[in-house]
């Protein structure tokens, strides 16, 4: 079997289906507690988000783990940053207050590459499936929150809950949506 940097391949595809699921999952739970109480102090919001990141990269780490058979030892370039995400969210989690600053240009900086990386991805899937453009949507709404994000001046985290929410969610519904149809795939 020819090692691959993409998954471009359905049974590997049909391994990172419940991954994927479980990650638009745990978005999905950040996005409506988010938009539950949009009130949230900034430091209670910051553990939110490492939370989160912590959930997300222990998902990611299980997807890349579940590849380790179809894409040799390649599948440790999906371990090795899903594990510097989840270090990165227990991080936040321990210390919301002192790293509440620097995590939005941090995380913000995390979705634009996982977003390049969506639009990559997606343009191997072509000739294997006809909803790759769910992944390309996928990564064109990470990117661009991404970038919103470094080119806005938000003055605080608690001001942009509400619109953190309703992305969280898009995204999940998107997500979800991928994983669902990588497991029929």
Avoid: C, H, K, N
């Amino acid at each position: 079997m020819a090692v691959q940097l993409f998954v471009t391949d359905r049974d590997a595809l049909r391994q990172r289906g419940w991954p994927t699921v479980l990650w638009g999952a745990v978005m999905l739970l950040f996005g409506v507690a988010v938009l539950a109480w949009p009130e949230l102090s900034g430091t209670v919001l910051v553990a939110l988000v490492g939370a989160t990141i912590l959930a997300v990269g222990l998902v990611l780490a299980y997807g890349a783990w579940r590849l380790r058979e179809y894409a040799e030892r390649l599948w440790v370039v999906s371990l090795v940053p899903a594990l510097v995400v989840a270090a990165f969210g227990a991080v936040v989690l321990a210390f919301p207050d002192a790293v509440g600053t620097v995590l939005l240009v941090v995380v913000a900086a995390l979705v634009i590459l996982a977003g390049i990386g969506d639009i990559a991805s997606s343009f191997a899937l072509v000739p294997l499936v006809t909803w790759w453009w769910i992944r390309l949507l996928r990564g064109a709404l990470l990117a661009g929150a991404g970038v919103w994000v470094v080119l806005s001046d938000v003055s605080g985290l608690a001001a942009i809950g509400v619109l953190v929410g309703v992305w969280a969610v898009l995204l999940s519904a998107i997500t979800i949506a991928f994983g669902a149809l990588a497991l029929r795939a």
